[in-house]
């Protein structure tokens, strides 16, 4: 593990592509024991998909554009400058609904779903997002119990 501060300028780092936009890595389990840090641009139209996590805690913060959460039994419409903190065991939907692309600063504590993001964009990228016991598989074996369909 790294034990230096980590600068990360536009344009450098890891990214990779999930539903043809850019997520970049801005903080991984390689760089730290606490958490993964991520910038997502969410495709409009896009969701998550009802889903909880057992170990896992997320935040999210949105930059530009709106999106659509379902936290528990909430609805919030999301638009720039709204946080969002999920901790593990209450079910959520990350999703987009509107006409624009959205970015959001995206957390997961503990670090390590930068690998799930990787193996998504790598399954994705061969044609196997259509397949949802390949997805439901995935999600299992990184903390994500999938509690209703992918949207993407």
């Not at 936009?21 to 969410?42: C, K, N, Q």
């Not at 959460?69 to 720039?80: D, F, K, L, S, Y």
Request: proline share 7%; charged share 20%; with cysteine.
């Amino acid at each position: 593990m790294n034990r230096k501060a980590i600068i990360r300028r536009p344009g450098e780092g890891k990214s990779i592509k999930l539903a043809g936009h850019p997520m970049a890595f801005l903080v991984t389990g390689s760089d730290t024991r606490y958490t993964s840090m991520f910038e997502w641009t969410i495709p409009t139209g896009f969701s998550t998909g009802l889903h909880v996590h057992r170990v896992q805690e997320e935040t999210f913060y949105v930059l530009e554009g709106e999106c659509d959460w379902q936290v528990g039994n909430e609805r919030v419409r999301a638009t720039p400058g709204t946080y969002l903190f999920v901790p593990p065991g209450v079910p959520h939907n990350i999703g987009n609904a509107s006409n624009e692309v959205a970015r959001v600063l995206m957390t997961v504590s503990p670090p390590g779903h930068e690998r799930y993001f990787e193996e998504l964009a790598e399954t994705v990228a061969r044609g196997g997002a259509a397949d949802p016991a390949t997805i439901a598989e995935l999600r299992a074996r990184y903390d994500t119990d999938q509690l209703s369909a992918l949207k993407g």
